[in-house]
């Protein structure tokens, strides 16, 4: 019966939702008390079915019981119970349960955390994730059944995609569903500001923690991802502009530019519309992201033959999220005000600046993604869009972002005099441009030739980092007490901020050693041959059957040798699954702080010999460096304490009650 308690506690859950979705509503618009109060045993009781639903899967799937059709098709004995577990989410149904979990742990989390908010906000915001948990509910329990029974039962699974059985499918969906998910609190922050005209200083104040948590969730899912298809799919590379990909870089691009957009709205009262619909948009790309996976039409566009309903039901519920949202912008948006003033050249306009710039970078993402599946629609012809497109489009559009990303924190607000500011970065500048200079003379890279294209993104690279280093030597500098006194008196969010802004430098760097100064051969090679890439020898000593527990593998050994020692011993495998006899070449790769070295073995080339692809990839661990470092500055401006405290009356503080006009809005120059 645990199947049918998992289908029960479902129901009792959509039941929760509907209830916290109208009366705290209905409390906060007309003011009962009584009914707002609802909201929050609402959310926890919510929280609780959701995941006694996901445990009774969960348990089907570890318990190998077969009598469900989805862990039929997921799961097999043979199975390592790690993947068992795992395999809930391995394919539609349980993605989407996994979903409606995160999105239920969020609700309890917004409940538990705000309670120092006033009561009508946090009722309607957590009445209106309540109605985006009564959507997906409603689509488990009608369209995509997680524990509908086979009947008879089978004898044995299908079991999961071999491509899934890695320890990256554990860690990997639950983070990047956590960014996915996290967004919604954003939009339900921004919706209710909507809703109840005040869209103030203290609600973009109140939104950012929850934002920036999201964000670094979603940050360390895309560096999982991208780890995973690294060392899984064999072919070297760490990122393709994989539609799947770019679903989720999508709402971290928009995600970015609303971070910066709360930071002005809650500073200076500015940007107030522009926040608002960068909160619609995040969330939307969200709901997009599972749309274009989950429906299938990412395989084929139609795909909706095959199964029409769970594809038109998410474009559906799509539609009415960001279609209502839209119209409710659009007729709260006239009535919002300018807010603070500011010149032309100051931290608003810069912060400005880069946010067009990041959703101009999000909309050729978006172009890149939905043209070949339009063009299908529309012609019948299939084309693919991949790396040069994007290559062409996307890179140079972040240019100016990332020289905008370290000019902005050294401005002044409302007023930034153009001498002051060259002064303030002369030393950056100066660092950044060295630095592209010599890095070519210094780096082992450089003696293979080097092109004005890499000294120009190193450029880049050194600029985000030489910036950031400067604005904290100017913030530490002066000021009452010693350095660390000082170090010490700094918001969690300003280490944050320089963190992440670093990270994106560090990012560059890797990405520009890993891509444009990669080594890389695909040869035959027969037992005890020999070659050299790169400055290392690669000797294909040994290759012996091996078997997992659910696989039979040939396992190499290779060893490379640098300047006549020892420098690693790899083993890569060609793997069989028996339950499905697919083949999967698991890579080896050994890790260093100056490059990577990555073998994949491919396919038996005659009587002891095999193809196989060798890399010398430079500096690749700072693409993932990088990537910890963001996720690094997210956490700790996420946990910012002064986001746990009320806000307090300021002087800079903005206040805006539709349709009133009156605006106010004073404050100081600086600000973190």
Known sequence: MIPE?????????????????????????????????????????QFLFASLAFACLAWSFVDNDFSVRYVA???????????????????????????????????????LFSRQLP?????????????????????????????T????????????????????????????????????????????????????AAWARWSRPWTVAAWAFLTLGILLG??????????????FWDPVENASFMPWLVGTALIHSLVVTEKRGAFRSWTVLLA??????????????????????????????????????????????????????PRIGLGGRFEVLSRESLLLANNVVLAAAAMAVLIGTLYPLALDVLTGQKISVGPPYFEAVFVPIMVPAIFLMGVGPMARWKQAPLPELAMRLRWAMAASGAAALLLPFVLPAGQRGWSALSTFALLLAAWAVASAIAH???????????????????PRGWYGMLAAHAGIGVFIFGATMANGFESKQELRLALGARVTLA??????????????????????????????????????????????????????????????????????????????????????????????????GGLLAATDRRYRLQLATRSSEVTVRMPATAIVATGPQGGA
């Open 5 to 45: 308690m998992g289908v029960f506690s479902l129901v009792l859950a959509l039941l929760v939702a509907v209830v916290q979705g109208s009366l705290p509503m209905a409390g906060a618009h007309w003011g009962v008390a009584r009914w707002m109060r609802v909201a929050r045993p609402a959310a926890l009781g």
């Open 73 to 111: 098709s997921n799961s097999h004995a043979d199975l390592p119970a790690i993947y068992r577990f795992a395999a809930v989410w391995g394919g539609h149904e349980g993605s989407m349960l996994l979903w409606l979990c995160l999105l239920t742990g969020w609700t309890l989390a917004v409940a």
């Open 119 to 147: 009561e009508p906000f946090v009722a309607r915001v957590l009445a209106l994730m309540a109605w985006l948990s009564v959507g997906f509910l409603l689509f488990l329990l009608f369209l995509s059944n997680p524990f």
């Open 149 to 200: 029974r086979l009947v008879p039962a089978a004898l044995q699974g299908r079991d999961l995609n071999p491509l899934l059985q890695d320890p990256g499918m554990v860690v990997h969906p639950p983070i990047l569903y956590m960014g996915y998910v996290g967004f919604s609190v954003a939009f339900a922050f921004a919706i209710a500001a909507l809703l109840s005209g005040q869209l103030d």
């Open 226 to 239: 991208s780890a995973w298809a690294y060392y899984v799919l064999g072919w070297g590379g760490w990122w």
């Open 280 to 333: 619609i948009c995040a969330f939307s790309l969200s709901l997009l992201g599972t749309f274009l996976v989950r429906s299938g039409v990412l395989t084929s566009v139609h795909a909706f033959a095959v199964d029409p309903g769970r594809g038109l039901f998410i474009l559906a519920f799509m539609t009415a999220v960001v279609g209502g949202s839209l119209l409710l912008f659009c007729w709260r948006a």
């Open 472 to 490: 904290a030597w100017q913030r530490l500098a002066g000021g009452a007490g010693g350095w660390v006194e000082r170090a010490g008196r700094q």
């Open 535 to 632: 400055g290392y020898e690669f000797i294909f000593q040994d290759i012996v059957p091996s078997s997992g527990p659910n696989y039979d593998a040939q396992r190499a050994t290779v060893l490379v040798m640098r300047d006549a020692r020892l420098a690693a011993t790899l083993h890569p495998e060609k793997r069989v699954y028996r339950a499905q006899q697919m083949p999967l070449s698991q890579a080896a790769i050994d890790v260093g702080a100056t490059r990577d070295l990555f073998v994949a073995l491919g396919e038996p080339a005659g009587e002891r010999a095999w193809t196989m692809r060798l890399h010398v990839k430079p500096f690749m661990a700072w693409i993932w460096a990088g990537c910890v470092l963001m996720v690094l």
